[in-house]
């Protein structure tokens, strides 16, 4: 049985679960601060296992990105699941199966023709499908913006086709476009307001509005006061990734997972070293390209999990990764010859663990493996 | 049972069979009139099934980008089987395991440290393990440089040590950059050159070098002559992609794949339609960027496959896809409202194609849905 991160082949999945659990515990904390709930969102980490001690061991409400997540999460053992993007007419039987089998599953949408769709499907199926509304705080995607008068529109279209309306959610998006700590604060501050209100416009019509639902890891983090909001969904922070660090809302030595990768050859006069670990492993996620220090496909640690200065994933291949200093200087056939192990910190947890179909859990400093958890993918 | 792309949730991947077929057909005609075998790289498709066409129904030889590629096509009755990434020492135990299971398989490496390895592994298992040394033809990535002495200090320690020198091989990953049908033709006689002329290296040192092995789908396409090649690996002309279409390899008609998406919003003052096709389902490659035509994160076309002139997937977020003509004027609600759906065609194959796990069959023009073929993923 392999035990140790030098018997597996690489690329592997590497998951520190001392620092997961430091990550969970923190925004946990930061919940409590804020007396608000946490509605965790399983789309980063599509595993069980992780949602687990997201959940404190039990099987508390989550957020999911697609009906394949609500599938495995209800199969799991959990009940209150929010299918966090806009809902489409073709995904509505499963809604309403999954409704029936017991799942308390509920959706999202931002305009009429949904609204429609979705009342018509429960009055059809007598299966009331409970709706949060989506609001626009920044202009990023989706959403009613606030003050729009389709926000009335819709709760009635909902109500009066037999669907149940259950509030309304935002996402600041854009939060991870901030360049400070202050301006995502503000943000916050912006996303709470934008689902307040429009809360308080529902209720001041007559509307039940139960659920006041924000959400993004920065804001969450950053966020002061969250007066008015019942549940804040966050999935990224469980992980923590080179873009999150690059805008503060953790440090580097936050970031939990990594891509095992090992050195298969170099081009010595261009500095290069070139490994196993390609966009295939790494994705092609270049989300730190506009940040203030670009990390190309990754940042590159020694096997213990120690970054190494300046050594990043400069560009990448299908099934080959090409490191180089960002300034040269360095003998890279002698300091990581042919075998040699690298550890890589992804630019997008969530991108990056799409590639993979399991990770392996290691402690922190730790090449010890101490066990595996299988994660989904698709739809 | 669904049989049709208007009873699929989304979103999903799209193969038309037809396109595919012509693709193949191609480009077998192609090295019939070069007389020289096609190796196919499966992995573009990961499918048994896209193999069987690309074989022709036989069983022929394939390359393979990952042990698993070879693992499964091993037991889907593929013997001849070259693993073309610079082999690493963890990998060595499960290349024996495979050979002494039967599977012809074939290594390549480009440095004498994995030189020793391999030679190391032969004698300990008592298991020649073929090697094809890697030249580096165009500064791309990985390979000896012609000329240079490694190449018989290489070929040496392999035969010293007991594992069998197979020939030579190259890939020229630097033709996706050329802009012109002359720069990919004049690429294709510089990587068959690099290899031809390591071979009489070779054999003028008294080594066989059976193999002489080229390989990319531009350099395949327009190659003129390939005088003292053995066979040509190339994968991605199997579906094609926008990439490809980029620098007129195929005709944006070729693409064979799409993932098929549903309209979930709107954002009207922007001009911009909200699909369930995100980065996720279309992965984050950006391929188009550098080229001529910008393609965003790839090009909408109507159910059946028609596509949509200038409207572009201009963004994506996780499970969300912006679409936007690139000059705006359109009534974007009224044009495309809510649930309909749209097939979009990918930057790159092999990157779009990965975020799945089957294929949807129809054939050209047609919503009919022919059968589903699984694809795996992974290492």
Redesign the interface.
Known sequence: MTTSL???????LVLDTDRMDANIARMQDKMRGLDVALRPHV?TCKSRDVALRLSGGGQGPITV???KEAEQFFAAGYKDILYA???????LD?VVRLRREGCELSII???A??AR?VAEKSTESREAVPVLIEI?CD?H??GVKPGDPLLLEIAKTLEKGGAVLGGVMTHA?ESYNCRSVEAIAAMAEVERKAVVDSADVLAGAGYDCTTVSVGSTPTATYARDLAGVTEVRAGVFVFFDLVMAGIAVCSIDDIALSVLV??????PDRGWI?T?GG???L????GTAKQKVDQGYGLACDVEGRPIADLIVSDA????G?LSFRNGGHDVMREF???KLLRILPNHA??TA????RYRLVRRGSTTIEGEWPRF???
Do not use: F, Y
Request: net charge negative; aromatic share 4%.
């Open positions: 030098h018997d597996l082949e690489t690329p592997a789309k990105s697609t009906l993007v806009g809902i489409t007419p073709n995904k499963h949408l931002d305009n023709e949904a769709a626009d202009g995607r989706s998006g090992s050195v298969l050859g170099h081009q070139i196993d966009w295939m492993a994705s092609r996620d270049r291949n299908q099934e080959h090409i010859p042919v075998g969530c991108a799409a590639q993979h179909d993918s698709g739809w």
